[in-house]
């Protein structure tokens, strides 16, 4: 069984930044791709950032481009999500989620509800205050 543990959500002002980490582990397969989705309240789920563990393709939705960056480390199997230039907007519990085995493009993660991950992280909470 996939397990995922995330770490470093928290409170910042607008500006500011955050490192958000996600450890998995009892993958099966090697290729995996990994990432980020987000829910505001009063708001549907919506992909963020991900990325794959064969070829380090990674995807970021347009309203993070140029502020959020994704990276991992495949001996870890941790995945990382720099937010930077924080805004109010980007308030919402961020999951870290899994897909395993036969990995799509990640750009299909990205604009997916997330319906197609194997594993998913409890959440942590970004609060950006202005």
């Known amino acids: 069984e996939v397990q995922l543990v995330e770490s470093g959500g928290g409170s910042v002002q607008a500006g500011g930044s955050l490192r958000l980490s996600c450890a998995a582990s009892?993958?099966?397969?090697?290729?995996?791709?990994m990432g980020w989705y987000r829910q505001a309240p009063g708001k549907e789920r919506e992909g963020v950032a991900f990325?794959?563990?064969?070829?380090?393709?990674?995807y970021l939705a347009d309203a993070v481009k140029g502020r959020f960056s994704i990276s991992n480390d495949n001996a870890k199997k941790t995945v990382y999500l720099q937010m930077n230039s924080l805004r109010p907007e980007d308030t919402a519990v961020y999951y870290c989620?899994?897909?395993?085995?036969?990995?799509?493009?990640?750009?299909?993660?990205?604009?997916?509800?997330?319906?197609?991950?194997?594993?998913w992280g409890k959440g942590t909470l970004v609060t950006v205050v202005s």
């Open positions: 989620a899994a897909d395993s085995g036969f990995v799509l493009p990640v750009e299909f993660y990205g604009q997916s509800s997330g319906s197609n991950m194997d594993a």
């Open positions: 990325i794959s563990s064969s070829d380090g393709s990674a």
């Open positions: 009892g993958f099966t397969f090697d290729d995996y791709a």
